[in-house]
C-alpha cells in the first residue's frame, strides 16, 4: 500500500510500504480522508521534536474498517469509523482518576505510531466510534482539531458577556473562536498575521480580527474594555511573541489557556503573571469532548465546513506539507484522500 513516510526533516515522500497487519483486538482501517494538523506541519519541518523519523503521521481521519483482528466482536468490515487517536492505559492514576488525556503510558495513532497518510491503518478497537450515516469523511476528520478546540474552551473559565481574545486564527484558533461564542463570551477578538485567517475568522464570528502587522493589538484590546483587558485569552500559537502578546493583552487576575505548542521554550516576563495575579493552565487533547465534538458536527450545532479549504489525493501531500510549512500555502484546514 502507499504511504507518506517522514524521514527526517523536511522528508517526507510516498512510498510503497507493507499493508498492516491488525492484531488480536485491532482492526485495519482503510483511511478516506486525513487532516493535516499544524503538530504534522512543525514535526515534519523539525521544530517541535514532537515527531521521530520513520513514521507515518496523520491522527485526524476516518475510514472503512477492511479486517478484524480475532477477539474484535464490536465492529465488522464495511464499518463507517472515526478514529480517537490517543490511545491510553486504563490503569494509571491519570486514567483512574478520570483524566485518561493525562495517561502516564499515552500513545497516539499518527504521533508515536503509523497514523493515517496512508491507504490503511492498524487501529486498536476501543479507539473507533461509529460515523453517523449523514456524517461525511471531511467531517469526520474535523472531530479531532474540533475536541482540542472544546477541550482549550472548557478549561477557559468563560462567563456570559466576557471579551476572550484568542492570538492565533489557525484551524485551533478558529475552532476555539467558534467554541467561545458557543459559550457565551460577549466578544470575541482574534489576532494573526495573516489576513486570509483573519478574514475567515470574521466570516465565523470574530468581532474583530486584528493583523498583528499592522495594528496594534494591545491598544485594541484596551480600547475595546475601558483600559482593562480581556478576562480570558486563548494562545493558539505557542511561539514567545504570541505567548508575550497573550500576557500583554490579558486584565489583571485574568485567565489565559495555553494551547499553543510549536516552540517548546519561551520567553517571557514572569514578573508579569506573578504580580498581576494571572492564572495559565496548559491544554492538551481531550476526553469526553471527542464524543463532544463529534455530536457537535453531526447536530449541526458546529459549522467545520468552512476551515476545510483544500482536498488533495494522498500523492499530492509532499507537496502540500512542505508548502504549509514553508508558508506558501495559506490553506487552514487540508485535508487528504488516499
Ligand atoms: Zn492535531
Ligand atoms: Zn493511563
Known amino acids: 500500500m502507499r504511504a507518506l ?7 517526507m515522500p510516498l512510498r510503497e510500504v507493507k499493508p498492516p497487519v491488525p492484531g488480536d483486538n485491532d482492526v485495519i482501517v482503510q483511511v478516506k480522508a486525513a487532516g493535516i494538523c499544524g503538530s504534522d506541519v512543525h514535526g515534519y519541518a523539525g521544530i517541535t521534536g514532537r515527531r521521530t523519523p520513520p513514521i507515518v503521521m496523520g491522527h485526524e481521519f476516518g475510514g472503512v474498517i477492511s479486517e478484524i483482528g480475532a477477539r474484535v466482536a464490536d465492529y465488522a468490515p464495511g464499518d463507517r469509523v472515526v478514529i480517537q487517536p490517543l490511545w491510553t492505559c486504563g490503569k494509571c492514576e491519570s486514567c483512574t482518576s478520570g483524566v485518561p488525556s493525562l495517561c502516564l503510558n499515552r500513545s ?55 471579551t476572550v481574545v484568542i492570538v492565533g486564527a489557525g484551524t485551533i484558533g478558529l475552532l476555539a473562536l467558534t467554541m467561545a461564542k458557543l459559550k457565551g463570551a460577549g466578544q470575541v477578538i482574534i489576532s494573526d498575521l495573516s489576513t486570509h485567517r483573519l478574514e475567515l475568522a470574521k466570516q465565523l464570528g470574530a468581532d474583530m480580527a486584528v493583523n498583528v502587522k499592522e495594528q496594534d493589538v494591545v491598544q485594541i484590546v484596551r480600547a475595546q474594555t475601558d483600559g482593562v483587558g480581556a478576562s480570558i485569552v486563548i494562545e493558539a500559537v505557542g511561539a514567545s511573541a504570541t505567548v508575550r ?94
Open 108 to 162: 497516539g495513532i499518527g504521533i508515536n505510531t503509523d497514523g493515517a497518510f496512508a491507504d490503511a491503518v492498524r487501529v486498536p478497537h476501543q479507539l473507533l466510534r461509529r460515523l453517523p450515516a449523514e456524517m461525511t469523511w471531511e467531517q469526520a476528520a474535523m472531530i479531532e482539531p474540533l475536541a482540542v478546540a472544546m477541550r482549550a474552551v472548557n478549561r477557559s473559565p468563560i462567563k456570559l458577556m466576557d
Open 245 to 338: 502578546q497573550a500576557l500583554s493583552v490579558v486584565r489583571s487576575g485574568g485567565h489565559i489557556t495555553w494551547i499553543g505548542n510549536s516552540q517548546p521554550e519561551v520567553a517571557l516576563n514572569m514578573q508579569t503573571i506573578v504580580t498581576r495575579e494571572i492564572t495559565v493552565t496548559g491544554t492538551y487533547c481531550y476526553n469526553d469532548e471527542f464524543e463532544r465534538a463529534l455530536q457537535a458536527i453531526h447536530t449541526q450545532r458546529v459549522n467545520v465546513a468552512p476551515l476545510i479549504e483544500r482536498v488533495a489525493p494522498l500523492e499530492e501531500g509532499p507537496q502540500l506539507i512542505h508548502d504549509l510549512a514553508k508558508g506558501t500555502l495559506e490553506a487552514v484546514k487540508v485535508i487528504l484522500v488516499p
Open 5 to 11: 513516510v517522514y524521514e527526517g526533516e523536511w522528508q
